[in-house]
């Protein structure tokens, strides 16, 4: 009981003691919470109405992109521009078909199997263009053949896995157009179900043909702007702000954006470091002009273009190596030459020209034998059996091949980045065989029977060896100019620094302006992702670090200058004061020409009070006349004169884009042709639907879309 007692006499210290617990305990979890609700976010790619995308599930949507365009393009890989295109692509794509999904959900618009069925039998959609499913016959899509493809996909599975391998990838690339098809059919029938709210009728159609092709002509007084100089217009505050009141709307931005100020330093070779290079190419043409295979000293110098040793098309040389080949003697090394538009020192040496097809048709086939003697045995029997009058396609079939024909062209192989010695007697063969000639090719694995069957377009082949390399700066270059920026850097920590010192080290202060997360970089300069992050978290006049960037080739400072929060831009701001006073300039000099004409009535008068008077024809009111006097074009102007009867003088001076104009109606007549209600309403449908193509804007302003590729890309 005096336990008891103890307990209850210190009860208000147990429950402090309960509570504090239980307090560290909670936050304890909201700490852990909020710790991956940060790291959640950290993965997020972006968000489309409410709906997040991470990094994984946006990188795999990149992937396959790239993977389909490398298939169609038929190349190993994309440079970073050309991957930069492919991620906006897949977030246009992304944020589009999510916005779409969602307004055709609302509507109850789907894209059913037997739509797509139906698209697939037609085979006009582009998009099946671009499949090998195609007709070779009639040059169109062929639905039989994907029929085909996919009950031999599904048979491939887990026989041949090298035969499998290829079925998976093709398979892959169709799932990719399916896919598409569907997304493209669901927009167009949203597009079509928008733009059929938009309807004509005869009266429409009849009024519309008239504004088509009734013509005008005028005598025109032009009394531009440009005739008052601004010193004599006076603009008052109230009156850029009513007029920034009345154009509000343009000023409005859906995504945050920022400006910099910043110092970018390219480093380049000093003249020490094009000397040192000149001097290595010397001896590089002295060994060429020696070597009676060049391939040794092409690989030894590291040149950017290699060796194969084959024939091939100019095609396959840059464009200054090209230019020299028709110049140069077989045998001829050519002086070293520097380029300045991709910044090499350039030598050539010209082994060989030749005429040879550039397409070539063949068929082979292939022995593979125990041993290489037993290999070249059968095959030396195959090619007296073929000399004897035996068929090809048959003797293949008897080796489990198809021995059928094929094409080769010189594009095929001849950007090869190296080539093996098989290959390369491979190749050789097939360019100097005559049509009908056989040969038996014996290779390290093996053999080969091949027998070319025609060859096409003969063009000049050239056999080049090239030494290009790029004119680059050294560790010592690249140090100097390092230490030199960092010092400025650290000496100049804010931005009135910057901008007051910058000219005196040596540095030009640039501006860039408007930058978005959805940019790939900074001010145009290749690997600036950090300092894109920094940018993004940075605040307003923020020096950034020192940035190593570009193509290890950049040293960059920014300052953050403005935050252009998202929604309507300030009057204050730069940029939209400069177009609020161009438009209060504007109205402020129409008024004083209206004031000087004011009571003019005939383009005489007007002439006497300064203006410019020309003849003007063909004007109709579908299409803005443009008036050579002020340079612009006048959308006002055509329908002022629309609604002027001929013979008649304007009832007002007319308020353009670059003066004030006054004109007589002379003529009215119409162009040749005739009415069909039924064509023009047709017409007027078609440009409902180009208007209602603009819906995209509005719902992707309404959608709440944050974009942070920058964070990741």
């Not at 931005?253 to 920022?258: I, K």
């Not at 000397?275 to 110098?301: G, L, Q, T, W």
């Not at 299409?623 to 009867?645: H, Q």
Request: glycine letters at 4%.
């Amino acid at each position: 009981m005096a336990a008891l007692g103890k307990i209850r006499s210190r009860g208000g210290l147990l429950i402090g003691i309960i509570a504090l617990g239980l307090f560290a305990f909670i936050a304890e979890e909201m700490v852990r919470s909020c710790e991956t609700t940060k790291n959640d976010q950290r993965q997020q790619v972006g968000e489309v109405l409410g709906e997040k995308i991470n990094f994984q599930e946006f990188q795999k949507l990149v992937d396959e992109n790239t993977e389909i365009i490398k298939m169609q393009q038929g190349t190993e890989n994309l440079n970073e521009d050309q991957l930069n295109q492919v991620k906006d692509m897949v977030w246009s794509t992304y944020v589009q078909t999510k916005i779409i999904e969602k307004e055709a959900k609302e509507l109850g618009l789907t894209v059913t199997d037997g739509e797509l069925q139906n698209i697939l039998k037609q085979g006009t959609n582009p998009l099946l263009m671009n499949t090998p499913f195609i007709n070779q016959q009639t040059g169109r899509f062929d639905v039989n053949q994907l029929q085909k493809f996919l009950a031999e996909y599904k048979a491939q599975q887990g026989v041949n896995p090298q035969m499998a391998q290829q079925y998976n990838s093709l398979y892959k690339y169709w799932n990719f157009i399916e896919k598409t098809l569907r997304q493209q059919t669901l927009a167009q029938k949203y597009q079509a179900l928008l733009g059929s709210c938009f309807i004509s009728n005869a009266i429409e159609a009849k009024a519309s043909f008239k504004e088509e092709n009734e013509e005008a002509q005028v005598e025109l007084a032009a009394l531009p702007y440009s005739s008052i100089d601004d010193s004599k217009v006076t603009i008052e505050k109230s009156d850029l702000k009513a007029k920034y009141n009345e154009l509000k709307p343009r000023f409005e931005q859906f995504v945050e954006a920022r400006d910099i100020k910043y110092i970018d330093i390219e480093v380049v070779p000093s003249a020490a470091d094009r000397a040192a290079i000149k001097k290595d190419f010397e001896a590089y043409h002295n060994d060429m002009v020696a070597a009676a295979d060049p391939a040794e000293v092409v690989r030894k110098s590291a040149s950017l273009i290699p060796y194969l040793g084959l024939p091939v098309t100019k095609a396959a040389y840059p464009m200054d190596i090209a230019a020299q080949l028709d110049s140069m003697a077989v045998g001829q090394t050519s002086r070293v030459f520097n380029n300045a538009q991709d910044n090499t020192m350039n030598i050539v040496k010209l082994v060989s020209k030749t005429q040879m097809p550039d397409s070539i048709q063949y068929r082979q086939i292939q022995v593979a034998a125990e041993t290489p003697e037993a290999s070249k045995a059968t095959a030396d029997s195959i090619y007296r059996a073929l000399a004897a009058g035996a068929d090809f396609e048959a003797l293949a079939k008897k080796y489990n091949q198809t021995g059928e024909k094929l094409w080769i062209t010189t594009a095929q192989y001849q950007a090869a980045p190296s080539m093996d010695k098989d290959t390369k007697n491979f190749i050789n063969s097939l360019n100097t065989l005559s049509a009908n000639e056989t040969k038996v090719i014996n290779f390290t694995q093996g053999s080969v029977v091949l027998q070319v069957v025609d060859r096409k377009a003969m063009v000049n082949k050239y056999v080049a060896a090239v030494v290009k390399k790029t004119i680059e700066f050294s560790k010592d270059t690249y140090s100097a100019a390092y230490n030199k920026f960092s010092s400025f850097v650290s000496a100049n920590d804010t931005e009135e620094k910057i901008v007051k010192n910058a000219a005196k080290a040596g540095y030009t202060v640039r501006e860039a302006n408007d930058i978005t997360t959805a940019q790939h970089n900074l001010a145009g300069i290749h690997s600036t992702r950090d300092a894109m992050k920094w940018l993004f978290e940075a605040k307003e006049k923020e020096v950034s670090p020192m940035y190593e960037c570009g193509d290890n080739n950049h040293l960059l400072v920014a300052v953050l200058d403005k935050i252009h929060a998202k929604g309507y831009r300030d009057l204050d701001d730069a940029q939209v004061m400069d177009m609020v006073k161009a438009e209060v300039m504007k109205d402020k000099k129409a008024e004083m020409l209206m004031e000087k004409v004011k009571g003019v009535k005939s383009v005489n008068e007007a002439k006497a009070k300064g203006a410019t008077v020309t003849a003007i024809s063909q004007v109709t009111f579908a299409a803005p006349v443009f008036v050579t006097a002020t340079g612009s074009t006048e959308p006002a102007l055509s329908g002022a004169i629309a609604a002027t009867a001929k013979g008649k003088f304007c009832k007002a001076p007319v308020k353009g884009n670059a003066g004030v104009y006054l004109f007589s109606v002379t003529g009215k007549t119409m162009r040749p042709g005739k009415l069909d209600i039924k064509t023009q309403e047709a017409k007027l449908n078609q440009r409902a639907m180009q208007m209602a193509a603009g819906y995209m804007s509005e719902l992707y302003a309404n959608a709440k879309i944050v974009d942070n590729r920058y964070l990741f890309f």
